[in-house]
Each structure stands twice: as C-alpha cells, then as structure tokens.
C-alpha cells in the first residue's frame, strides 16, 4: 500500500525519480508525475488504464513556467488567468515543442493550470518541471476527493500519496478552450460559467465527452458508480415507478428516510453539494443497490457541474 503523509520533500523526490505521486488539488486528487519524463507519463496512463487519446492537464507553478510551453496565447486567456489563476480553470493553447506528445496525445494543444492547494503549490515550488496529473482513479470511475478515495482504488499501484485533507470544491476544473479569440468551455467544472462570462463576456458551452470526438463515445459514461444503475430525474415519479426495488436516493437538501439517501446539502448550498458528490457516489456503490435515483440540482453556478456529472453517471 501507498505511504500516506505530507512529507513533500519525499514527495518531490519520488517525482524527480520517475515515480507517481497522488497529490491534493483544490477540485480533486490527481495522480501525478514530471511532465517532462516520458516514461512517467506512460506509467500514468498504465496505472489508471487510461486510452493514449485522452490527453492530460499540466500543472504549472506560475505563468513563468507556462510561457515557454505555449505558442501562442489569446487576449481572454490571459486575462482569464489574472483573475482565476490560481484555481479550478485549466486552459487549452497551442503548444510548443516542448510539450511532450504523450501528455497530449499527439493534439496541437495542451491543456494547463495553476492549482490553488497550498501543500501542492509548496510542491510545484520545489520542483523544476510542471507536473502532469489526470484525476487520481481508475479511468472511467468517480474521481477521488479524499486521500482514502486514492488509496482505496490506486494504493497498490502508486508510490505516495500527498495528503492535503478532503478537497474544498470536489470537482474537476472548468476546461476553457479557444476557437480564434472565441472561448468555448469545453467541460463544466469548479469554475462556474458566470464567473467565467464576467470576465469573457457570453461564451459557448460545448461539453466534449473526449478530446478526440471520433473515438468510440467511450468516455460520455464516466463517474458512474459500478454496483448500481443511476437514474437521474424528478424523485417523487421515480421513487413511485422502482419502489420495488433495492434503490438509494441522492437528493439535493430534501431528507428521504425511508431508503438508503445522501443529503448533498440541507441547507440548499451549492458549493457543499458539490464538494460532497463523489463521496456519495461512492457510499452507494457500498449500499447494494439496483437503482440510486438521482435529482438534478439548481442550474446554476457549480450545480452546473454536478448536473453534467449526474447525466454521465447515468449515460
Ligand atoms: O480538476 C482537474 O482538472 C483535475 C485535477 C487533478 O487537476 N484533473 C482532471 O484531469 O480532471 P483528467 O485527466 O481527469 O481530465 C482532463 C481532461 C481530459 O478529459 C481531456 O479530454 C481534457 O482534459 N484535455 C486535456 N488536454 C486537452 C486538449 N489539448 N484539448 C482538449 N481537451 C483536453
Ligand atoms: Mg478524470
């Protein structure tokens, strides 16, 4: 099993060797490991049994370090950057040749950000390369918000686990990606849109299901918890319709004590509904179920991206 510490000079020294190490995000645990070290990076895509085509996000110190990585930069990214760097906003640019193929499968661009956890700012401070970090689970499952989440699923594959506590926003960063000066948000994600069109003005949501829309639909199912079928609507006709069955409830703030139920947020928060999903998904993947029903929440701010997340549950 993985050493779980925040140790980040053991931490550092694993990277600098070539190893992974999970680290803490403000949006989720990532699995990560120097994104100038090819075999590294291919060692993440085997551990998590990722596709070669789905491309991964550098995490960078500081717009320093992006620069040279970067070939060409819009006006509203940069200005994009000023105001949520650092934070859960990763950008797609064009890349130069310093960009490794293998972190970005081979695309024209690479996706970045500057993360805003503390304990893994501290890390990218000490060391001298960017580091790679796809969400630290299993391809195709829920991604992990704890450091227990990362140990149960990867323990026996990884070498450290960075431990930063429970991450604050609970899901992966917002994907803004550009067409010309145009951008497009290209996944829903810990930043909400609004935040985004204050800055940018109105901009296009076009949730993508992979980078690379030609390959087989695979990734549109994603967190979906493996024991039980998510079905995602209003709760009163779909308790109605499967009561017959062994089924869990996740509802927003409303309490449904006759069944397995999770609670988002009682009080109707959507932030502390979010950070709260994926430890949910995973509780009922404990219970034994047939059915979690599932109601959609408030579309609005991140309740946009716990929307998008519930309909890839239940694709
Ligand atoms: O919050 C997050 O973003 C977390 C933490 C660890 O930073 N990371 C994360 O990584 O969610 P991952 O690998 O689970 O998702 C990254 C997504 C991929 O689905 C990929 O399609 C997209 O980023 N992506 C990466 N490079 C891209 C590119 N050049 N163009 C379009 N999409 C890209
Ligand atoms: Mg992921």
Redesign the pocket.
Known sequence: MAAIGKDIDQAAAILQMGGLVA?P????????ANAFDSEAVVKIFATKN?PAF????T?VANSDQLAPLVSYMPAVARQLMQAYWPG?L?L?LP?THLMNDL???G?????F?Q?RHPLLQQLLSIVDFPLV?????PFGYV?PTTPQHVEAQLGDKIDYILDGGPCQ?G???T?V?FEGEQPVV??L??LPVEDIEKVAGKVMVKP?S???PQAPGM?ESHYAPQSCRVIVGELPPLIKKYKHDRIGILSFSRKYADYPNFVLSERGDLNEAASRLFSALRWFDRQQLAYLLAEPVPDTGLGRAINDRLRRAAT
């Not at 695309?107 to 996706?111: D, I, N, R, V």
């Not at 970090?133 to 689970?137: F, G, R």
């Open positions: 680290i995000t403000e949006t989720v645990y990532g699995l990560a990722r789905d491309p991964l996000i995490h859960p990763t797609v890349k972190v970005t499968s695309l024209p661009t690479a996706a950000r993360p970090a796809p969400s630290a689970n991604s926003i899901v992966e960063s994907i990606g290209l996944r994600g810990g993508h992979t980078s690379r990734l």
